[in-house]
């Protein structure tokens, strides 16, 4: 492994920390003032077109795309792109200044691996322009979604037609303005061996039968613009050239989808960490108690070291990840995908905490960001897999191979 970065990868980051600089940092009061008036509800910060222009223009654009697609994409390799959503992620709504953002990357990815010509005309085209943006629609309420293979919404053949019925909640940027579509996980043939009953489909937003059951909060926010909803789905009606793949193959597009995912949540935990960090260490520099500075209380520095070592930890562990994607591609670096999904927001999560404390009340206020990253990697150990299941199936592995290994006699 040689984890030094290559020419390509030092000239983005110093391009992307510098727009970071000049466009992102200094735009984050403006929009976060922005995003949380209930006058705004639903709406998008007025400053981000521009800033996305800005970007696009300064080919920061795409970064994600982990391989050349036309014109569209630098075509940088996971191990290349990792310490890029590092940046992105010390302030979370930035990727989409550069066209980074999920859900749309994963459906971005989707519909460059498995869609049809005339559906990445239709829709990939505009996304990677970042004209219009997605929704990724699979949990639901009724069943205990992180088994997809519970999951109900019946995709019945109609005519020419698909008809979808059933209930979705935790549907993440379905309230954007710029949301037009949506990509649906359901059932196409229930008697269908378990793997095989599942299929994608792509449904315009605005298709009648959809309706919003209410909106979700996490921790309390509403996380407008994208939001999280709660959907029903009656007689919703599309055309068959929208299935993806082909019916059953539904497993196979999630599993596609949720490798290079799960690795960008990782590194923009990995970012925010850092950033708890630096803004940490600033605070208890500059005020006192009981006499001395709070940076020279033993138990802070601690606190400091703890946190770099394991922000390192975790860096190390996700290139790790990121490399073995490029060498052997994400089914066989699952062991790694799994590891580094446990690891990263945990960590972050628990480097937030202390830095919240740090801070006395102001930690869990939103002058700093450092709340809002806390609850980030909190509900980014729920979402894209539990915790829970990614070690179920790491464990598994692990002790087949670790049996394996021992088979001519234990050494
Ligand atoms: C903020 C947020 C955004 C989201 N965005 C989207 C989105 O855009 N689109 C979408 O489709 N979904 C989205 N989700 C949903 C998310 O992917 C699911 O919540 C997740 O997959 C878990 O499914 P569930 O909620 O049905 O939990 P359940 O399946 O009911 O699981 C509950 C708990 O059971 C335990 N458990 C489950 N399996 C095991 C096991 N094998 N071993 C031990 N314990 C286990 C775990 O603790 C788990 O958390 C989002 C969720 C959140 C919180």
Redesign the pocket.
């Given at each position: 492994m040689d984890f030094d970065y290559s020419g390509k990868t030092r000239d983005l980051i110093a391009r992307l920390d510098a727009f970071m600089d000049a466009h992102v940092y200094p735009a984050e009061d403006a929009r976060h003032d922005f995003v949380i008036d209930p006058a705004n509800l639903w709406q998008e910060w007025p400053g981000l077109a521009a800033l996305k222009d800005a970007a696009r223009t300064a080919g920061l654009w795409n970064l994600f795309l982990p391989h050349e697609y036309g014109a569209f994409s630098p075509g940088l390799t996971n191990l290349e792109y990792a310490p890029l959503a590092e940046i992105m992620g010390r302030v979370p709504w930035s990727s989409e200044v550069f066209n980074c953002s999920a859900?749309d990357t994963g459906n971005m990815e989707v519909l460059a691996k498995y869609g049809s010509p005339a559906q990445q005309a239709q829709w990939l085209t505009p996304l990677l322009e970042g004209k219009i943006r997605s929704?990724?629609?699979?949990?639901?309420?009724q069943?205990?979604?992180?088994?997809a293979t519970?999951l109900e919404m019946s995709i019945v053949a109609d005519g020419d037609d698909y008809v979808l019925n059933g209930r979705?909640?935790?549907?993440?940027?379905f309230m954007h303005p710029a949301t037009t579509l949506l990509l649906v996980?359901g059932k196409t043939d229930f008697d269908a061996p378990r793997h095989a009953q599942h299929s994608t489909i792509i449904v315009p937003r605005d298709t009648p039968g959809i309706t919003v059951v209410r909106h979700q909060r996490?921790f309390g926010s509403l996380?407008s613009p994208g939001g999280?909803c709660e959907l029903r789905f009656d007689n919703v009606r599309v055309p068959k050239e929208n299935l993806i793949l082909g019916e059953g193959r539904g497993f196979e597009i999630a599993q596609g989808r949720l490798g290079p995912g799960r690795i960008h949540h990782c590194m923009r935990s990995i970012g925010q960490a850092q950033r708890a960090l630096e803004i940490m260490a600033r605070r208890v520099d500059s005020r006192v108690a009981f006499g001395k500075k709070i940076a020279d209380q033993s138990s802070i520095r601690q606190d400091v070291a703890k946190g770099f070592c394991e922000v390192e930890m975790a860096r190390l562990l996700t290139l790790k990840a990121a490399d073995r994607m490029d060498k052997v591609g994400n089914k066989d670096a699952r062991d790694l995908i799994a590891a580094i999904k446990v690891v990263a927001p945990r960590m972050a999560q628990e480097v937030c905490d202390r830095a919240i404390q740090a801070h006395g009340g102001m930690g869990v206020s939103d002058d700093t960001p450092i709340a809002e990253f806390f609850t980030i990697n909190r509900?980014v150990r729920?979402?894209?897999?539990?915790?829970?299941?990614h070690?179920?199936q790491l464990g598994k592995q692990k002790i087949r191979e670790y049996v394996a290994m021992n088979e001519g006699g234990p050494r």
């Open positions: 859900p929704a990724y629609v699979m949990t639901e309420p069943v205990a979604s992180s088994d519970n979705k909640w935790w549907i993440s940027n996980m996490v996380n999280e509900f729920i979402a894209d897999g539990p915790d829970e299941v070690m179920s």
